[in-house]
């Protein structure tokens, strides 16, 4: 079962699911559910991105078939149009599932939602670890 998964520039911000199909239609329904035009979409160039501007997103895409990884449209220096972060968060994706030597597909959803998860946490408060453990949040009153 194939992951998609849209994440943002700016924000960092990840969203992965758990998909029957990887095909263009799956596709567009994943980036229209994870984001919101007019937000740019970089991708390589497999041919099942090219209808993201029907959804409202524009598109830049690099042709890893043609040795190109990264390319700077606007000249100033900065090689912006690149998918080196999605690639990147498969590797991660990918590297948290090996220990496990396999995942049943029924589970796989959950596996890819804790990994969403950790990657989308930004700060770790002691609120949230005492979340976690079910600790409840008491105000300690000195005598």
Known sequence: MPVCGVVGRGS???????ERHADAGTLNRVVREASEPPA????????GYDRLAETGHPRSSVCHTAGEWARDDDGDGVREVHNNTQEGLWTGLRNSLRPFRGVNKIYLYQYVAIFEWGHNIKRVTPEFIRA???VPITTFIPP
């Open 40 to 47: 740019r979409m970089n991708t390589d160039d497999w041919r």
């Open 12 to 18: 960092g911000r990840l969203r992965l699911s758990v």
């Open 132 to 134: 976690m453990l079910g």
